[in-house]
């Protein structure tokens, strides 16, 4: 099951730099030195079958590998078996020579094994082998031991890698997560909670792992730590997620901060499931669990979130985009009454995207008398007319042919619509309004009303209605004098 918070579609207009700063970073670190251990394994082993330590670990080798038959199974004790018996220890030491449990199995049992000059030697061998050469790989120079317990590991852990799958899956979430943090958080005081709880990850593996020889490297800590920081700082805010859980997967929205206990959960199950396993379950838990708590505690404080104008319009846009796919699939299933209330409140939302105006107008065009239409024709009037289509134009001229609609238009926004007619050369709107017999609404407009028709009769080789309208605004200068 993986569940992450993607609260904001990615764009680049404000690039997550510290996030790819952290990414570059691991993957120079992986490729330029980590690639390397391969190469420093092989001189490892070289070094060990030089020694004398071979000779002196392999008998008790199958002591230990017998004494655990969960981990190691009986075709491969066969399979050491034959070859110590065949080739000699040198045969097994690559078995031998990196396999500290085996190193703790011998260092407990030492007094019994050998006496006590002989388990001296060894001891004091084995501690050396260790310091000049397993401490040259990565994960034992730089990886968190919870054995050793070195305060500069429980940082340096945090860029370290097993694998280029592990780097790769590591990486394509740090995006994720560090994308969306960045939008919200100071970048200083992110890179400070990322290390602080990679490094509570770590202590948290080292209360479950105590005195262990195992090597944490990754920066799951730290991501798991990001991934909490995500759910504290929108605390009980609805948020969006993405899941994938078996071969489905998509989105859904849930209250940030009751996603915690759920990750943690099913770190728990997955811990008892794979009791064997490579995965460190608790250091991701002490990421969740640390993240989580310091951004629920300082989120109104320190950790307080800075307004992200483009994640806010972002948000927005995806609200307005599921909305308005709803309104229109109510048209589609010619559900128009609820078509209706979702287009107004679209509009009331969303008052800067004029276009919804032009649903509204469709849906209520056929019943030209109600409520809602002149509701509909005042709003394209007051904040759409300079682009009311030629449709919209006709319409609004049979609107304003009755007396009683055009006395429900006020003077400055008739004044308003009239310009705006002249402008666009809409004359059959300008002809509705003489028609009413109505001047005294627009008894300053006449002059410019009259003289726009005289240029269109003119233009459009209408010599007879030139002249009338000619006359006419002759007798309303005569009347203006």
Known sequence: MLILPFQHTLSWRKPPVLTLSLIILNCLIYISYQLQDHERIQEIISHYQATVLPHAEAPHYIDYIERNPSIFPEEYVQEIKQALAEDGPKAIAADMALNL????????????????????????????????????????????????????????????????????????????????????????????LYLLTGAFSAITFSMVEQGSMVTLVCAAGSISGLMGIFVGVYGFQKIRFFYFVGVAFGYFRFPALIILPIWVANELIQYSINLNGQVAYFAHIGGLVSGGALAFLFRQTWLKPTEDSLAIKEESEANFKHDYQSALTLIENLKFEQARKRFIKLWQGYPNKPFLLDHLYHLYKMDDSSKGFLQTMTLLIQHHRDALSVEQWQHLSEFVRKVENLKKINHKQLTLIINQALKDKQYGFIEALLETQE???????????????????????????????????????????
């Open 101 to 192: 449990e085996f190193v703790a199995f011998l260092d407990y049992y030492k007094d019994t094994v050998w006496e006590e000059p002989d388990s001296e030697w060894w001891q004091s061998a084995r501690a050396e082998f260790y310091q000049n050469e397993i401490k040259k790989l990565s994960n034992y120079a730089y990886g968190f031991i919870p054995a050793e317990f070195e305060v500069y590991s429980l940082f340096s852990y945090q860029f370290l890698h097993g694998s280029w799958g592990h780097l790769f899956g590591n990486m394509l979430i740090l995006f994720i997560l560090g994308f969306g943090l960045e939008r919200v958080l100071n970048q200083i005081k992110l890179l400070i």
């Open 439 to 481: 001047a005294s609404y627009f008894k300053e407009h006449l002059g410019l009303m009259y003289q726009g028709l005289i240029d269109y009769a003119k233009e459009s080789v209408q010599p007879m209605k030139a002249q009338h309208y000619q006359a006419l605004l002759a007798q309303y200068g005569h009347s203006t004098n």
